[in-house]
């Protein structure tokens, strides 16, 4: 069998057509979304074991079966042999009084992905993009890392490189407030840094984390120290914002979306915006297909560099 990846790059944008407003304006957009995201997607959600999702809230339980309001049905008497979860908890953990929190035991989850094209004749191209993550949870400790490798080259040019490592840990001080450390590693030759550090600490919270979705947000200050190829190196210190946020919008379709948002504490002109837009479908168990949105924009670019990058990439992921 042979397996067809595509990826496409979208044109940079000119340095006069973009400025910090359009970042501060992305960012507003993107807090009225997320805003009224939490708001219309507050529902309690029901996971029966044939994976079904029903959006309501608990009535009435009993040692046998619950009474559920559905958004769209009704009252409905449900066994509790058919119900999975509810809002991420085991059925036997739920009772009448409060709506459960997220409460994180020990889990383990990831997944890779791989994205890539190759052309010959007219065109010498090749294009390859490959990622993966894994998080696991320890009581009140989350941690998380990634690994993101990028090769692109044309007409038998020396390939362009980007990779990029991180690690972090949030502490659950409370159920739904985290304090988050990390630290990441990379370099990226479109933008023309030879290398990158970055170290940062934030507040953050989790609004929800079930299996239908989840939303955090989180804010603090973020120490970066760029080496470019010119030899010449940037250290600044950093208040940044970002948030994830991912919903099934259908039984198998799952929106997802990141962004963080990086402005200099010294000179607030010179600020950084990342964001990631993307749909996630199933192919077969555990293998997925993914569609996905990529978009920089550094409003005081490397010397020769454009100030904005954008990617749009279809891919196949698989996930555990």
Known sequence: MNIVFK????????ANQSS?????????YAIIFLTLAAGSLSADDLVLKNGDIIQGSLIEQSSEQIIWASENFGDLNIAIDKISTLNGA??????????????F????NGDVSATGAYASGNEEREDWDIEGSVEWREGDFRHHSGINYESHSLDGSPANEEYH????V???????WFWNNGASWGANDNRAIDQYYAIGSAIGRQFWDKESGALSAETGLLWISEEYEDSTTDDRLTWSWAADYRQMITSSLE???????????????DSELRADLGLKAPLIRDIFTELKLEWIYDNQPVEGTDPSDSQLTIGVSYSW
């Open 170 to 176: 949030d502490w659950f001080f409370q159920e739904q």
């Open 255 to 269: 929106l997802f979306h990141t962004h963080s948002l990086r402005v200099s504490i010294s000179d607030l002109d």
């Open 105 to 108: 035991s020990s889990t383990y």
């Open 7 to 14: 990826s496409v790059k979208y044109p940079t944008c000119n």
């Open 20 to 28: 910090f407003g359009d970042i501060m304006r992305y960012g507003t």
């Open 90 to 103: 085991a059925i036997a953990s739920i009772d009448n009084g409060p709506k459960p929190q997220p409460v």
């Open 165 to 168: 490592l991180n690690y972090g």
